[in-house]
């Protein structure tokens, strides 16, 4: 069974920075992609994209962090960290920590998600 711990959340002003991390542990061959999402706690919004990295540290960015945010990892701690610098109101969401996990040498992947952690950014 694989478990996502996600750590790091808080209240910050505009312009401030935060990272966030996220531990995966549990039975599991190797993590491929490390992922991370966010979604608004307002009406009609749903989960959205934030960046991602490969096992071998391609990034991916959503164009709203462009230059803001820093996606990162630790392999030989399964961690995955995200630094958000210059942050907006609109960067406030629940934060959601994903991976896709290669089960074994066969190559069989399971992909799931952590419990989210809260960024709130005051203006």
């Known amino acids: 069974q694989v478990q996502f711990v996600e750590y790091g959340g808080g209240l910050v002003q505009a312009g401030g920075s935060l990272t966030v991390s996220c531990l995966v542990s549990?039975?599991?061959?190797?993590?491929?992609?490390m992922s991370w999402y966010r979604q608004a706690q307002a009406p009609g919004k749903q989960r959205e994209f934030v960046?991602?990295?490969?096992?071998?540290?391609?990034?991916n960015y959503a164009d709203s962090v462009k230059g803001r945010f820093t996606i990162s990892r630790d392999n030989a701690r399964n961690t995955v960290y995200l630094e958000m610098n210059n942050l907006k109101p609109e960067d406030t969401a629940v934060y959601y920590c994903?991976?896709?996990?290669?089960?074994?040498?066969?190559?069989?992947?399971?992909?799931?998600w952590g419990q989210g952690i809260q960024v709130t950014v005051s203006s």
């Open positions: 994903g991976a896709e996990v290669m089960m074994g040498p066969d190559g069989s992947t399971w992909s799931g």
């Open positions: 549990g039975r599991m061959y190797r993590i491929n992609t």
């Open positions: 960046a991602d990295i490969s096992s071998g540290g391609r990034t």
